[in-house]
């Protein structure tokens, strides 16, 4: 059965500083992957995916994430955070024929 | 373009109450689906629909109901609330069951039950 762990359930940077936010997804195939960002108050935006092909994958609002098959993650990355980007994030993983799976979540706390 | 549409915003009921949680879709969508959110625990599947007609359950289908008559409309049914319900509730909706399809989420109703 896939399955999607976020160990990270709050993460505070300051504001400019880069951001790593860890997902890691278990599954036989290769996956469909997704991360998605909730602020508050509001539902879940999709910021990117990734099916296929080059490993990094450019999202909306900066952010970018890395596929490396030898370690089952898909990480969120953005060089130089913002306080709008205060939310809390989810991986998700999904795969053809079966219902995608969200992670519980890491909220991001920014610092000014 | 209103994507996924949920009504109401805020709830909140009495236990035993009864009611509906109305979602709607203008995207064309076969598939829907309803969630809930607590806190620490993520997304929860409660029911799902791959179609008009068709709905099943997810992995917290017990004091909720279903139906999806049009493949625009997908409502949640509460029917006997209990505190335990107290939760955001969030609706999706994705061009059909693959886990490769991108869900577009409802901005969710927040639901207290007391």
């Known amino acids: 059965a896939q399955s999607v762990t976020q160990p990270d359930i709050h993460i505070t940077v300051s504001e400019g500083a880069s951001l790593e936010l860890r997902c890691n997804y278990s599954y036989g195939a290769t996956p469909y992957l997704f991360w998605y960002v909730q602020s508050p108050g509001q539902g879940l935006q999709l910021l990117l995916k990734?099916?296929?092909?080059?490993?990094l994958v450019q999202g909306i609002k900066g952010f970018e994430a890395e596929f490396k098959r030898s370690q089952s993650s898909f990480n969120l990355r953005k060089p130089s955070v913002h306080w709008s980007d205060a939310a809390e994030y989810f991986c998700a993983v999904g795969a053809r024929d079966d219902k995608i799976i969200f992670g519980k979540g890491t909220r991001l706390h920014i610092l000014p | 373009n209103a994507g996924v549409t949920q009504t109401p915003k805020f709830q909140v009921l009495k236990t035993g109450q009864s009611m509906t949680l109305q979602c709607a879709q203008d995207?064309?969508?076969?598939?829907m689906s309803w969630y809930r959110q607590d806190p620490g625990m993520g997304l929860r599947l409660i029911h799902y629909s791959v179609g008009a007609g068709i709905t099943d359950q997810g992995e917290v289908p017990n004091g909720y109901n279903v139906s999806r008559s049009t493949t625009e409309d997908f409502p949640l049914r509460l029917l006997s609330a209990a505190p335990s319900q107290t939760s955001v509730y969030f609706c999706?909706?994705?061009?059909?069951?693959?886990?490769?399809?991108?869900?577009?989420f409802g901005d969710g109703t927040r639901l207290s039950i007391l």
């Open positions: 990734y099916f296929s092909g080059d490993t």
């Open positions: 995207m064309n969508h076969e598939y």
């Open positions: 999706a909706s994705s061009y059909d069951r693959d886990g490769d399809q991108p869900q577009h």
